[in-house]
């Protein structure tokens, strides 16, 4: 559940529900929206942290792999 404060108003908004303040700052699921969303801040958010599949050992090969140089190949056009 995302909870915002609304800066002007100083009110806890939730899910479904708007502060009625002239920011109309609005939660619903996992949008907020507000007129200026630099007067609004997050108190709680249900991120979820990312797990990655790979391993150190597939991170450090795929961060190798990713610095290889393209060797470039030289034709003759005839």
């Known amino acids: 559940m995302i909870v915002v404060r ?16 002239p920011n109309m700052v609005t939660v619903k699921g996992d949008v907020v929206s507000a007129v200026d969303l630099t007067r609004t801040i997050v108190v709680r958010s249900n991120k979820v942290e990312e797990k990655t599949a790979l391993t150190a050992e597939d991170l450090a090969y795929q961060e190798k792999r990713r610095k290889r140089k393209v060797r470039k190949l030289n034709f003759e056009v005839r």
């Open 6 to 21: 609304c800066r002007d108003c100083n009110t806890e908004v939730v899910d479904g529900k708007s502060c009625g303040c």
